[in-house]
């Protein structure tokens, strides 16, 4: 099913990754500046340190240890800002459900989003996904997203 683009953008997905990259904006500044730049790998993980924090903030709101603790579950599966928003959608949203192209299409906006919320393209895809182009980097997210998350005790 393919979904109009204004729906994503007014819905959830769209709501979320500007709520998600306005806040990683302002988190950001707490980032090692010597770590972002040692390697990729090291920017991912200094990312994910704030991503932590982005969890937190979100669960405060609406405390579930079990949903906080399936989405950093899901969010170790991947990188970047994009990577943290569908981790949250497939927890709270049930993004896997629907079908590939529905998924391509919504994780396309939530890009946008994320862009338009000031979110630098290394961020959004992280660092380990900068080299490929677009299509490659949502791709590799869709799939990502298509996966069912495996709650853990």
Known sequence: MIY?????????????????GKQFILLALSMDNDRLAESEESFDEEHKSVFINLIELRMQTLPNDQEKKLIRDENNKTVGVLGLCIS???VEGDLHLNDYEAIKQI????????KSAGVGQKSIFGAVNSHNNLDEKINTFSIFA????????
């Open 107 to 114: 994780i396309t906006i939530m890009a946008e989003e994320l």
């Open 4 to 20: 109009n683009d204004q729906e994503i953008r007014n819905n959830a997905p769209g709501e979320l990754a500007r709520t998600i």
């Open 88 to 90: 949250i959608l497939k």
């Open 146 to 153: 298509e996966k069912i998350p495996k709650i853990t005790q």
